[in-house]
């Protein structure tokens, strides 16, 4: 049997295949039209789905979307209503996309896929538990799901067991952690829907210390935290109900200055709000895992939803709650509620056996050698070929710890918003200005967002304060945790200010090539650690073509390219394709 769940029209559309209850195929639609975060219908994921399995859509059974778009609907028109006539200019402005697409879904994916059998509407936050849940290793869990907001619910929590979900609470908009978040970070200027995971970088250049920020006292203002984790906001402060712009005057008052210009320098000010935020966040997200704890009376937790990307809070919350084991999809937000619809229809509505567990996040389309070997040869690009895998571990494993900059093109394209070692760019740790390198000529970013360090699995308690047992989505690089101070001044481009490490953990089942490089370069330098960031600039979606990889290392500070076997040197082709800093923004 076959499902193919789709997720679209808000932000990270996506598609996924589920092939007799196993997920086969699954990808973004940003990464095939290269327009970050985008919101349109899927066909392209859909296209690459299908042809990776040699299927045509007359094979699928069942078609699985991420929400139920006239219950969403239902929201917007009373939350309008309730504002009006205060709303009535987002209100208009927001009427001719669901009239013209949101509310015609299935028109839409019959049309535009020519499909004639059942499409089934999951709704948002029992997607996101789905997604999480049944694909995780626990027979039994507890499920926390946080996000900005679904149709009406922004957070929700409950039960899983088997084949069923119970989700037996639901916290309704306006409340919502997700969007307190958001507000803040276009408080702080940065964008919506994008750049929440820079303010989180961000707070640990603040004060982080709850007796001694202030601005953590004056946010505790704005939301009410009960002991259970339940929480109301003060509508007072926020304008999201009936505005575009999110926040009010009343808390910019109350953060005593205006919203922040994108291209203004960042203070002290900025960044002790920043870390107010994260506390705050961390806050509500540990009493509401206590009291699903004490209400489930289980050891595992899965969590999902836009706010399951808060690494931060997840490398805390086994040491702030009495949970014992972890567990997330590589894209707990939006773009993987595809795989949940799917999973949702197949385990829950279709009663099938659950025997699934995902166990790599390499679900996208791979290019390999006459492919690759074509694309160079086509375009005139100079490269050498390794003789086989030992060749390319010893040279490459070599390069990089001569400093140089390695784009990393290899297998199947990852699944969710961290590079995993598929479409990665990979650098030494150990040096002291290998950040600031990344920062200006490759990744055109902010001086303070730190890289992340890939590590063996079973060398990762050796560096870094993780729980024991290691937590699965450290294999996500959905877990930040303590480098062990000795390290500190040893893997400087990877320590951030506070001396923590958002870490990629990797098994040599997962990614056999990968590990072995890593494990070569720790014979070099005596650390097996590099830092692994995402094969893109600033403001573009991760590379998912040779051609993407190939524009990408000719606009940037990348020095190789290696695609499977094939080596490419900068240097030695044209360097006038492109400007990458040039065009490097949000």
Not at 187 to 212: C, H, I, Q, W
Not at 262 to 281: G, S, W
Not at 348 to 369: H, I, M, Q, S
Not at 408 to 433: D, V, Y
Request: glycine share 6%.
């Amino acid at each position: 049997m076959n499902i193919l769940g789709i997720s679209c029209y808000y932000h990270d559309s996506s598609a996924a295949l589920l092939k007799d209850g196993k997920i086969v195929a699954a990808a973004q639609e940003e990464r095939f039209t290269r327009k970050k975060h985008d919101t349109s219908f899927p066909i392209n994921s859909v296209e690459y789905c299908l042809k990776s399995q040699n299927l045509t859509i007359k094979d699928i059974d069942y078609i699985a979307f991420y929400e139920k778009p006239f219950l969403k609907f239902e929201r917007l028109l009373y939350q309008h209503l309730q504002y009006f006539p205060k709303s009535y200019k987002v209100f208009l402005s927001n009427i001719p996309s669901w009239f013209n697409e949101k509310l015609r879904v299935l028109k839409a994916v019959k049309k535009k896929l020519k499909y004639k059998k059942s499409v089934l509407f999951v709704e948002h936050h029992m997607a996101h538990a789905a997604g999480a849940f049944f694909p995780s290793p626990f027979e039994k869990s507890a499920i926390i799901t946080i996000d900005g907001v679904g149709e009406w619910t922004t957070t929700s929590y409950g039960i899983g067991e088997k084949n069923r979900i119970i989700l037996n609470k639901h916290i309704n908009f306006p409340a919502s952690l997700g969007l307190l978040y958001s507000t803040i970070t276009a408080y702080l200027g940065f964008s919506v829907n994008n750049s929440e995971y820079k303010v989180m970088g961000l707070a640990p250049y603040g004060d982080m210390n709850r007796k001694t920020n202030s601005y953590y006292t004056k946010l505790k203002k704005v939301i009410d935290i009960k002991e259970d984790g339940s929480y109301k906001l003060d509508m007072n402060y926020f304008t999201y109900s009936y505005k575009n712009k999110m926040p009010s005057r009343k808390l910019c008052n109350l953060l005593e200055g205006g919203i922040r210009n994108p291209e203004e320098e960042i203070t002290p000010r900025h960044k002790n709000i920043a870390a107010a935020l994260q506390l705050i966040y961390e806050d509500a997200f540990f009493k509401i895992a206590n009291h699903v704890y004490k209400e489930s009376k289980c050891e595992n937790l899965v969590i999902a939803g836009g706010c399951a990307l808060n690494s931060v809070a997840n490398g805390k919350i086994l040491k702030n709650s009495h949970f014992k084991k972890i567990w997330s999809q590589p894209d707990p937000g939006d773009g993987g509620t595809s795989i949940g619809a799917s999973l949702f229809v197949w385990n829950a509505l279709l009663n099938k056996k659950r025997d699934y567990v995902l166990e790599n996040a390499y679900l996208g389309p791979g290019y390999y050698d006459d492919g690759i070997r074509n694309f160079l040869e086509n375009n005139s690009i100079k490269f050498s070929e390794f003789k086989n895998e030992k060749e390319l571990i010893k040279s490459v494993s070599k390069l990089i710890f001569e400093d140089k900059v390695i784009g990393w093109f290899q297998g199947r394209m990852e699944w969710g918003p961290r590079a995993l070692g598929s479409r990665s760019i990979l650098s030494n740790p150990t040096n002291p200005k290998m950040q600031e390198i990344l920062n200006l000529k490759v990744k055109h970013r902010e001086k303070f967002r730190p890289f992340a360090p890939v590590v063996c699995e079973d060398d990762a308690l050796k560096y870094f304060d993780c729980d024991i047992p290691i937590p699965r989505p450290t294999d996500f690089m959905l877990m930040v945790y303590p480098i062990k101070k000795e390290w500190h001044k040893k893997i400087p481009s990877v320590t951030h200010v506070d001396g923590s490490g958002r870490l990629q953990t990797i098994r040599k089942k997962d990614n056999p090539l990968y590990y072995n490089l890593i494990k070569e370069f720790g014979n070099l330098s005596k650390i097996p650690i590099l830092i692994n960031t995402s094969f893109n600039i600033r403001g573009e979606p991760i590379v998912c073509t040779p051609k993407d990889a190939y524009r990408c290392m000719m606009g940037t500070g990348i020095d190789y390219l290696v695609m499977e076997k094939f080596l490419i040197k900068r240097e030695d082709n044209p360097k006038d394709i492109w400007d990458s800093e040039a065009l490097a923004k949000d």
